[in-house]
Structures are given as C-alpha cells and as structure tokens.
C-alpha cells in the first residue's frame, strides 16, 4: 500500500492521476461518458499508438519514452515489451515489484465551439489516451531479447519503413550482441487498463456532424518531417 500510494500521490502532482486520498486504484480521471471499455477497441489502440510513456514515482517521478511491442492474449489484457538504454536511471525502478503506468497517447486537437449547432457551448480539448498499469520484469535471456528487438524492428519497418525492410540479419551476430549489453529489456503484465475517449460522443449528432467538419478543414499541428527539417535549419555546420 505505501508504494500505492506514493504512485497515485505523484502522479496527482503531475495531474496525471488521481489525489491521494482517493480509495480506488485509478491513475486518470474519467467521467462514465468517456470511459472506453470495447475489449478490440482498447486492444487496436494500445498496438496502434506503440510510442508510449512509462511512469513511474518510486524514488522520485521517472518518467521515459519508448517505442512497445503489444502482446495479445485471450486472457486478461496481455503484455507489454520495451526497452531502455542502460544508463537510464528509471531501471533501478523496475525490480519486478514496482508498478509502472504506461501512457498510450492518440490524437488529440482543439474544438471550437463556432463548429457546433448548439449556441450555448465553450471551446475544449478532445483526446484519447489508454493507460496501462502493471509491474515490469527484466528480461535477462539474451535469445529472447534480440527475438523481441527483431519482431519490434520488423513491425515498425513494415508499417512505416516503406521500400525494402530493413533487417537485422544485414548485420554482424557480435555487432548485435555488442549493442544489446548497452539496453535493458522488460516485459510487463498488464494488470489494470483505463481507456479515456474524450472525442464528444456525449453532444447532439448535429455537433458532432460540426466537430468531424472542424478537424478535418482545421489547422494541423506539424507532423515529424517539418519539425525536423526546422530544427536541421538550426544546425550549423
């Protein structure tokens, strides 16, 4: 209960959960409206929106961004596999006992009341986002390691690498061993999901009609390309 509670107590500081004098086990505030709870649905989202943050407050809040492997299973909510570089501090977090909230972040964008029907209304911010909470193990079996890297690398190439994959068998087996004793790999049991879609399903159909109008002749954040190509104009050379 002590590692409960100072989990839950710092992540209210982030205002990422709940306060710590609440009873129940929630990192997030959902009202009943935008609670998710289709099984495929929350299950598509976790292995569509990989790139998640691990939080975690033992310690002090540790926060880092990684990319996931999703595991299915018919049982429970399945498992979840990343890895970080060695020196990252957060691994003396993980001893298999600790708990760790993974944060799912989908799309997100302003809503302004001038795209509804309805007169009486004030601007928002809709989103989606799944956390997943459990207790990270170490993944100490090297074979094991490099097969969970190789499915990763072989999910993510196929699904934005575009052209000819990429794969590791392009590479040296000791060239490959050299970099995995430089990362550490976990494995985690997810043991509670919150699934918060806050996208105004709760409004007439006339505005939800206005919010899919909205948002799709509305301003665009900028993608990864643009942000990058402005920040390599920063270089010099």
């Known amino acids: 209960m002590p590692k409960r509670r100072e989990f839950l107590g710092a992540l209210s500081s982030l205002g990422l959960g709940a306060p710590m004098e609440t009873a129940d086990k929630s990192t997030i505030y959902i009202p009943d409206r935008q609670r998710e709870s289709d099984r495929g649905v929350i299950l598509d989202f976790l292995e569509e929106y990989s790139f998640a943050m691990l ?24 498992k979840v596999w990343w890895h970080l570089a060695k020196s990252n501090g957060q691994n003396q977090v993980f001893d298999g006992n600790t708990e760790c ?47 969970s890297l190789q499915r990763l690398v072989a999910r993510n190439e196929g699904a934005y690498g575009g052209g000819d994959r990429w794969e590791f068998a392009k590479l040296p087996e000791s060239y490959l061993k050299g970099m995995r004793q430089g990362i550490v790999a976990y494995e985690m049991v997810i043991d509670q999901v919150e699934a918060k879609f806050k996208l105004g399903q709760e409004r007439s159909a ?32």
Do not use: M, Q
């Open 55 to 78: 939080v975690t407050a033992a310690g002090g809040v540790h926060i880092t961004n990684v990319p996931t492997l999703f595991d299915r299973s018919t049982e429970g909510w399945g």
């Open 101 to 147: 909230t993974v944060v799912f972040h989908g799309p997100h964008g302003y809503i302004s009341p001038n795209w509804y029907t309805t007169k009486n209304a004030v601007p928002t911010w809709n989103f989606a986002v799944v956390h997943a909470t459990g207790k990270p193990k170490r993944v100490d079996d090297d074979a094991a390691f490099a097969k």
């Open 206 to 237: 006339s505005d939800r009609a206005g919010i899919l109008k909205g948002l799709e002749s509305g301003r665009k954040e900028r993608n990864l390309e643009e942000l990058t190509r402005a920040h390599y104009g920063r270089i010099k050379e």
